[in-house]
């Protein structure tokens, strides 16, 4: 592990000017980034201890719900607003790592967590442009099972691990930013960023930026919910395969209709093509399949993960349909 300095911020702007240093990173639980330091993937010069910093759950007159970045994820899932009012989320947080790691584990982090493809953990033995920009991508012709098959590139075809963020996609969140010229928002469908020629650029973020927030807005069609994650084994395993929905039905026909996916692309995945085509349509098994389809037209397989399109499908189409209570 590199040496480096430690120091604790009180407040967000001490944590801001601790922050802005060169090399410096900000420290939640540190569940991802302490493992990421251990295997010399992540070399920070100093780290900034924003934990105890905006642990708030804050119900909002207006129906939205105000999520500080230190709050830890069992705490979130537990909340009696977002289990009743946001029951994917909740149900997303569960899905994920283990009850300790829930525990330790912030809002704010979960947000920036890294792939797990096992070629970026791989320093030494494998090239990587995630972590090495220029170096090439060992996984395109390796081992690639777990990897992308939506919105990847030549440079890249990781995944990124979030069960949580593919909730907050699903559910329009919005990520409040603090920086040293003020603050500003940005919808969680567009914090991440697909790989392009530059896959270890992941989110929005410039350096020394805080997130401090995330925003859940109000919204009806959210308490009509759920998650359903796809793994090899169903306990500590990331998501082959996951599915964020939340569904609204009058009459037979779908309303309003909510469509993320995990596991499948470089960062959670908005199925927005499926949503228009659902919408006004009938809510049917038929009609879910076919949106899923549509959805996955564009997917590219590799050579081992070609099973996660149908996977997908099926898996949209039964979350769906459990919503809509039809048979799949």
Not at 62 to 86: C, F, M, W
Not at 127 to 144: E, H, L, S, V, W
Not at 239 to 268: F, M, Q, T, W, Y
Request: proline share 4%; with cysteine.
């Amino acid at each position: 592990m590199t040496p480096f300095n430690y120091s604790r911020a009180d407040d967000a702007e001490q944590a801001l000017a601790l922050g802005s240093a060169p090399g410096a990173k900000f420290l939640g639980g540190g569940t991802n980034l302490v493992d990421l330091m251990r295997e010399t993937v992540e070399r920070p010069t100093a780290l900034v201890d924003v934990t105890g910093l905006a642990e708030m759950i804050e119900e909002r007159e207006d129906g939205s719900l105000l999520i500080g970045a230190g709050v830890r994820n069992s705490a979130l899932a537990a909340h009696p607003a977002v289990r009743t009012r946001y029951p994917v989320l909740s149900r997303a947080i569960l899905a994920g790592a283990s009850a300790q790691i829930r525990n330790m584990a912030t809002v704010g982090g979960n947000l920036l967590q890294r792939t797990r493809c096992t070629y970026f953990y791989d320093n030494e033995g494998a090239r990587c442009n995630k972590r090495t920009p220029g170096q090439g991508c060992d996984a395109i012709d390796g081992f690639n099972r777990i990897h992308a098959i939506l919105g990847a590139s030549d440079a890249c075809v990781a995944t990124h691990p979030s069960d949580m963020c593919v909730a907050l996609t699903a559910l329009d969140a919005v990520v409040h930013i603090s920086c040293t010229g003020g603050t500003r928002s940005v919808g969680l469908n567009d914090f991440h960023r697909l790989p392009g020629a530059r896959p270890d650029i992941e989110t929005v973020l410039e350096p020394g930026d805080l997130i401090t927030a995330v925003e859940l807005p109000a919204s009806p069609i959210a308490a009509h919910s759920s998650y359903r994650k796809v793994r090899d084994r169903a306990s500590y395993a990331f998501a082959l395969v996951s599915v964020g929905a939340a569904l609204e039905i009058e009459g037979g026909i779908v309303k309003d209709v909510r469509l993320a996916l995990g596991g499948v692309a470089h960062k959670p995945w908005r199925a927005l093509k499926a949503e228009t085509l659902l919408k006004g349509g009938p809510a049917n098994a038929t009609a879910f399949r076919a949106a899923a389809e549509a959805e996955l037209a564009d997917a590219k397989a590799l050579n081992d993960n070609g099973f996660k399109i149908e996977l997908a499908a099926r898996t949209i189409t039964a979350v769906l349909s459990e919503l809509a209570g039809a048979e799949v």
